[in-house]
């Protein structure tokens, strides 16, 4: 048995308590994609290009490639809520709430850089970093404010980096309130509170070290019924509400100037792209549109989160899988939208002959005009594909072509728009049956019965084709234990023939298979073979031979008891048939058929009985009958007849 021992390390970090934070993997991203059970935050480090995570229930943040591939998690963040990344990217920081601090994490490689107590009762809660400074909220909805860490503060007897009750007067935070910054306005903080029915917000500029109001909305149940997110819009005086609502901000006050499709959550890229949660749906929007740029499927389970990479390559979503959690999903080409291609082609067309092929693209974002398709053919001469030439797009959206199709059966024809700048490449496909050409292929030997182990010569005969002239004799012995096989593949001689032999030890389906070309059609024939078992009987226990007549008989004394022993080809659960007949007034009378199994050996030896008479002639024969002897894999096989003298 291997021993284990602990770490110096390990032991120490038990020493230091829960709140001491291990790396718990670290380097190349996994496999893994990661997954949490109670989202605490989701943002996304354009610099590092990574993403990182907040589980609340574990108390970890996990940081993935932007492919949603973990790279490295962290545990100690106990009751994780928000997340928030520095400036120039280098800085992870959380809130956690449950022991009261604002922790510093290192974004490359996720140790601590420093830990930061915040002496509240509840909180912190949620997270953003503007003008050097971390802001965060807290308290419930009885006392919330506005806190702040300046991480350029060294903490001492005498110097605090931590500063709480933040918020200017004539702003009130009851709960702790959700928080938003925007690259484009640097300095400005939204905040947006929670919990109350009508969504008390405001806009504070902070870019002095100190929180001032810029604009200032109380609970007048005008604007909103509630607060579950809130967002900055980049470019314009407006924050986004519920991921819905667009309020402006002018004089201190808020007023709805629009709305996109009603949704829940949305977070928007710098250039004013939104993303916008809606039910199981993930939509972006162009700036202040109410028709989306594209929609992704988040599956029955919902989505947490959202969040976009700061070069709007991506959107990051945090998305419900079954059994509950969530898992990072990056959704990509966000900002472009997806045409809808359709094409058309005949159901059947003749081989050579011109038919004709129709579509339409559209897009809710209006296409370039003379967009052009790319066209290929696919068929059984060019398999890979044959480039036709390209298409160009009517001002409605259809378009057409014609083209000869040179082969035969099914023909694929393929447009394609490669897309730009704003528009993601999309294709569609449909198929034609296309008509070929008859060949005859025929197969000698059906219905013929051959004695058992006969090696029989299989011919099949091809006639005209394109290109192909290959053909397949495949054997399938009667009985479930041997499978069909491939006898003989090759190409026909001049002749168009092609010969394989099957060993006859079975009732045998053959089959020849012509694969078809691309002017010919496949072509299959059947040709159905039986053969006989082998089968003799030897007799034993007489005392000479002599012949009576015409036929040789077995002489025995009238009180012997012959015995005769039938060797049959074996096969599980097979009979043979005794057959016995007397000779009478010149005539043979049947006198008895009973079945006896063979044994393993193939043999069966039947007692024939002594008759105490003299002068009797007898005969006998064993019988294999298809059907009666326990199975069907051959034909019916008889024995030549055994005759019998018993004498004095």
Do not use: C
Request: hydrophobic share 35%.
């Amino acid at each position: 048995m291997r021993t284990r021992s602990i770490s110096t390390a390990t032991a120490l970090a038990v020493l230091f308590s829960s709140a001491a934070l291990s790396v718990v993997a670290a380097g190349t991203a996994s496999a893994a994609t990661a997954k949490v059970t109670t989202p605490g935050g989701i943002v996304v480090d354009g610099a590092l290009k990574r993403v990182f995570v907040g589980d609340r229930s574990t108390g970890t943040v996990t940081a993935t490639d932007y492919s949603g591939a973990v790279l490295e998690s962290v545990s100690g963040l106990e009751g994780v809520t928000g997340l928030a990344v520095s400036d120039d990217g280098t800085t992870l920081y959380a809130a956690a709430e449950g022991t009261h601090d604002i922790v510093a994490l290192d974004a490359a490689t996720l140790d601590e850089k420093a830990r930061y107590p915040v002496a509240t009762l509840k909180g912190p809660r949620y997270v953003a970093f503007s003008a050097g400074k971390v802001w965060f909220t807290y308290g419930d909805q009885w006392d919330g404010n506005l806190g702040s860490v300046d991480p350029a503060v060294t903490p001492g007897p005498d110097t605090d980096p931590v500063a709480l009750g933040q918020a200017p007067e004539g702003v009130s935070i009851w709960n702790p309130g959700l928080l938003d910054t925007d690259p484009s306005t640097p300095g400005l903080l939204a905040v947006g509170e929670t919990g109350d029915s009508t969504g008390s917000m405001a806009i504070l500029d902070v870019s002095s070290g100190t929180a001032q109001k810029v604009a200032y909305y109380s609970s007048d149940y005008t604007l909103n019924s509630g607060i579950g997110d809130i967002d900055m819009v980049p470019g314009a005086s407006q924050v986004l509400v519920n991921g819905t609502l667009r309020d402006a901000y002018q004089d201190g006050k808020f007023t709805q100037v629009g709305a996109y499709p009603a949704g829940q959550r949305a977070d928007i890229a710098p250039d004013g792209t939104v993303a916008q949660i809606n039910g199981t749906q993930i939509s972006t929007f162009k700036p202040n549109a109410t028709k989306p740029i594209r929609t992704y499927s988040a599956g029955s389970y919902g989505t947490a989160d959202l969040a976009w990479a700061p070069d709007a390559s991506r959107v990051f979503a945090l998305v419900g899988v079954s059994g509950g959690g969530y898992t990072v999903k990056a959704l990509t080409d966000p900002t472009k939208n997806v045409p809808t291609l359709t094409i058309n082609a005949p159901s059947t067309a003749k081989r050579a002959t011109k038919l004709t092929v129709t579509g339409k693209i559209s897009a809710t974002v209006p296409l370039p005009s003379g967009v052009k398709l790319e066209v290929t053919r696919t068929d059984l001469e060019s398999p890979n594909g044959k480039a036709l030439p390209s298409v160009t797009v009517k001002a409605d959206g259809t378009y057409s072509f014609s083209d000869t199709p040179p082969a035969g059966g099914t023909v694929t024809y393929k447009a394609r728009y490669a897309g730009d700048a704003q528009h993601a490449a999309v294709s569609a496909s449909d198929k034609v049956s296309v008509s070929r050409n008859a060949t005859t292929l025929t197969l000698n030997n059906n219905g013929k019965l051959y004695s058992y182990g006969t090696d029989v010569k299989f011919t099949a005969h091809l006639g005209t084709t394109y290109k192909n002239r290959t053909v397949e004799i495949w054997a399938d012995p009667f009985g479930g234990d041997k499978p069909k096989k491939l006898i003989k593949s090759g190409t026909v001689n001049s002749s168009g023939n092609i010969t394989a032999t099957v060993d006859m030890t079975r009732d045998t389906l053959v089959t020849a298979v012509f694969k078809g070309d691309a002017r010919y059609a496949p072509k299959t024939v059947k040709s159905t073979a039986y053969a006989k078992v082998k089968v003799s009987v030897a007799v034993s226990k007489h005392y000479k031979t002599a012949k009576i007549g015409t036929h040789t008989y077995y002489w025995f004394h009238k009180s012997t008891d012959p015995l005769l022993t039938t060797t049959m080809t074996y096969y599980p659960g097979r009979q043979q048939r005794f057959d016995l007949q007397v000779y009478y007034n010149g005539t043979w009378y049947s006198a008895d058929s009973e079945y006896f199994p063979i044994g393993s050996n193939g043999k069966s030896a039947v007692s024939l009985g002594a008759p105490g008479e003299s002068g009797i002639k007898a005969r006998m024969r064993s019988a294999y009958i298809n059907g009666s002897s326990g199975d069907s894999v051959n034909s019916t096989t008889y024995s030549s007849w055994k005759y019998l003298y018993f004498s004095n």
